[in-house]
């Protein structure tokens, strides 16, 4: 398992099972495995990441084992996680997960989801190369990049359409204009 999806599993079950035991849990939890209150807030809020003998006193504070523990934040995540409707399709197609193709073939489906079949294939999609870049790490996955993709082509509609709208105005506001300076004229 990646270090990244390790530290994500963990830290989703560390915040579900400090909910569920209370107030004052992370205070007790700190003095007893010798760590410092800030050091858990900091690997609770991913500002710091735990290593594996942190995690493991913390596991154990809550009577689990560390694989006990991965296996919940896990279930958590995927429970919450973005889907790729496309998916299948896409495997039909022999686009591995975390590849370039499979790249190309989420963000063009999330295109075509926004835009339908217009053609905007003109639009730069410069924002793309650090995500590129985490998917084929595998650091995310078909759904997270799918939410991406989806969003950044929002973005884009929603430019172009105040650009439309925009355009629109001025339209109008360049008739008025030649309607009061004709009226100007006639007077």
Same mark, same amino acid.
């Given at each position: 398992? @990646? @270090?990244? @999806?390790?530290?994500?599993?963990?830290?989703?079950?560390?915040?579900?099972?400090?909910?569920?035991?209370?107030?004052?849990?992370?205070?007790?939890?700190?003095?007893?495995?010798?760590?410092?209150?800030?050091?858990?807030?900091?690997?609770?809020?991913?500002?710091?990441?735990?290593?594996?003998?942190?995690?493991?006193?913390?596991?154990?504070?809550?009577?689990?084992?560390?694989?006990?523990?991965?296996?919940?934040?896990?279930?958590?995540?995927?429970?919450?996680?973005?889907?790729?409707?496309?998916?299948?399709?896409?495997?039909?197609?022999?686009?591995?997960?975390?590849?370039?193709?499979?790249?190309?073939?989420?963000?063009?489906?999330?295109?075509?989801?926004?835009?339908?079949?217009?053609?905007?294939?003109?639009?730069?999609?410069?924002?793309?190369?650090?995500?590129?870049?985490?998917?084929?790490?595998?650091?995310?996955?078909?759904?997270?990049?799918?939410?991406?993709?989806?969003?950044?082509?929002?973005?884009?509609?929603?430019?172009?359409?105040?650009?439309?709208?925009?355009?629109?105005?001025?339209?109008?506001?360049?008739?008025?204009?030649?309607?009061?300076?004709?009226?100007?004229?006639?007077?």
């Amino acid at each position: 398992m @990646k @270090k990244v @999806k390790t530290d994500i599993f963990f830290r989703e079950a560390f915040k579900k099972l400090l909910k569920k035991s209370g107030w004052g849990t992370q205070r007790k939890m700190a003095e007893e495995i010798k760590a410092s209150a800030q050091h858990i807030n900091d690997i609770l809020r991913g500002r710091k990441n735990a290593g594996k003998a942190m995690m493991e006193n913390i596991a154990n504070f809550f009577n689990l084992s560390l694989e006990q523990m991965l296996a919940m934040g896990r279930e958590i995540v995927e429970s919450t996680a973005p889907i790729f409707p496309y998916s299948s399709e896409a495997d039909e197609k022999g686009y591995l997960p975390h590849t370039l193709k499979r790249v190309k073939f989420i963000w063009m489906k999330a295109k075509k989801e926004v835009f339908g079949d217009k053609d905007v294939a003109w639009l730069f999609y410069g924002v793309l190369d650090e995500k590129i870049e985490s998917y084929i790490k595998g650091d995310i996955d078909d759904g997270e990049f799918w939410e991406f993709a989806l969003r950044e082509w929002k973005k884009v509609k929603e430019q172009l359409d105040r650009e439309l709208r925009k355009g629109k105005e001025d339209e109008e506001m360049e008739r008025a204009w030649q309607e009061l300076l004709k009226k100007g004229e006639e007077e």
